[in-house]
């Protein structure tokens, strides 16, 4: 398959993964907040 020669603009591609890019972030979020509370729910003795 050959390269192609015409690119698409920033603004362009990023129409195109805004909602990926979307996704990705709020699942971090969500993984690190589902984190955070487990870790606050355990009893640590120093």
């Given at each position: 398959?050959?390269?192609?020669?015409c690119?698409?603009?920033?603004?362009?591609?990023?129409?195109?993964?805004?909602?990926?890019?979307?996704?990705?972030?709020?699942?971090?979020?969500?993984?690190?907040?589902?984190?955070?509370?487990?870790?606050?729910?355990?009893?640590i003795?120093?």
């Open positions: 398959m050959p390269a192609r020669s690119t698409l603009p920033l603004g362009q591609s990023l129409l195109l993964i805004w909602p990926q890019l979307t996704g990705l972030v709020a699942a971090v979020i969500v993984m690190f907040t589902i984190a955070y509370a487990l870790l606050q729910r355990q009893e003795r120093a």
